[in-house]
């Protein structure tokens, strides 16, 4: 049912880096293998993200969340020059700084971390998938222990457990870390500039007066 609404009603199916048709001849033998629902659902969240588009999600797969976990460490991580880095810490014993780099969660190097989550998450950008992978690499069961392998400022390699008490529910997860300067200005070049995470409803007609 999901793959003919993609093949008769999708608009952007030419823009799906491969042919539809063969995404129904791999997908009908992985549903057929499926023991329970967790694989069951699994599948499904793989079958969405063939198609490339950040509109497409899985709903109601509550046996695939409850094996994976809902809960983060208090910690946030980005995808910077090809590497996984600490851009937010939320709990100062964590045990872990900004700027240092991940490299391996739970004993999984952080390269095939990172790929098991993209096979599940559909994203119309690499830059998109970037930052749902980003947000979903430390999840696991509530106060589990995220172990994780992390290079320090200073080049060396050390461990750290560190207890996943955040819910992906809470908004800090999401929340942009605030960059100092003013929201509007306009810059020596003479462009514009704006930083709309942080410009308020009632600032909008002030900003197009002053740009």
Same mark, same amino acid.
Request: aromatic share 10%; net charge neutral.
């Given at each position: ?15 799906i ?24 659902? $699994? ?40 590497? $996984? ?33 993209a096979?599940?998450l559909?994203?119309?950008?690499p ?37 996943? $008490? ?23 070049s ?22």
């Amino acid at each position: 049912r999901f793959w003919n609404v993609i093949n008769y009603f999708f608009p952007y199916k030419h823009l799906i880096e491969e042919p539809w048709n063969g995404v129904l001849t791999r997908y009908i033998p992985k549903f057929e293998a499926n023991k329970d629902a967790v694989d069951y659902q $699994t599948t499904l969240y793989e079958l969405a993200s063939e198609t490339h588009d950040s509109h497409v999600s899985v709903r109601n797969a509550n046996k695939f969340w409850v094996k994976l976990g809902t809960f983060s460490a208090p910690v946030r991580l980005s995808y910077i020059e090809k590497q $996984t880095v600490v851009t937010a810490v939320f709990d100062g014993n964590a045990g872990v700084k900004v700027g240092e780099v991940v490299t391996a969660i739970d004993d999984v190097p952080i390269k095939q971390r990172r790929e098991y989550f993209a096979n599940l998450l559909p994203a119309s950008t690499p830059q998109s998938l970037a930052s749902r992978v980003d947000y979903s690499l430390l999840l696991g069961p509530k106060d589990s222990q995220a172990k994780l392998s992390v290079r320090g400022l200073d080049g060396t390699t050390r461990n750290v457990s560190v207890p996943r $008490t955040l819910s992906m529910d809470d908004p800090k997860v999401y929340e942009t870390a605030q960059r100092p300067g003013p929201v509007v200005q306009v810059l020596p070049s003479g462009f514009g500039y704006v930083d709309l995470e942080r410009l308020q409803v009632a600032e909008v007609n002030q900003m197009f007066e002053t740009i």
